[in-house]
């Protein structure tokens, strides 16, 4: 009983400590900016055409001012409605993205190696809210 009664104290507590409100989210508009694509591919893509793109966007670490990190992979779990493979980049910032996204090397990017195999896409964007403990 009695380390019945030590566990509940100690979970109680846990809980307190990590519980979060909205009061106590913030935004210093300093936080890394994430940018999520989803890829469907145009039925009769090849291996080699997904590899080329895959090449193409994991090229960009190291050339892109503010990339801190990227990468790309494919769905393992068939629960992706259609969409076989993904891209997450995280940015130094939100101001660092939309450079990104308006630079001549996305938008030949797009041009020459998306589109061409791209049957849809899904892109979100978002910035991490830090708690204040944080």
């Known amino acids: 009983m009695k ?3 030590v566990i509940l ?3 109680l507590m846990g809980s307190m ?5 909205a009061q106590s989210i913030k935004k ?5 900016a994430v940018h999520i694509v989803l890829f469907k ?5 090849t291996t080699a055409q997904i590899q080329r793109l895959k090449d193409e966007i994991l090229k960009q670490k190291g ?3 503010g990339l ?4 790309f992979g494919e769905d393992f ?15 130094k910032d939100r101001k660092s993205l939309e450079d990104f996204n308006k630079s001549d090397y996305h938008q030949q990017l797009i041009v020459r190696h998306i589109r061409p195999i791209l049957e849809d896409i899904l892109v979100l964007d978002y910035q991490p809210l830090l708690s204040s403990a944080q």
């Open 3 to 5: 380390h019945v009664i």
């Open 9 to 11: 104290f100690a979970l």
């Open 17 to 21: 400590t990590i519980s979060v409100t």
């Open 28 to 32: 210093t508009g300093k936080e890394k």
């Open 41 to 45: 591919f145009k039925e009769g893509t």
């Open 63 to 65: 050339t892109i001012p």
């Open 68 to 71: 801190l990190e990227i990468t």
């Open 77 to 91: 779990t068939g629960r992706a409605k259609g969409f076989t493979h993904a891209e997450v980049a995280v940015f």
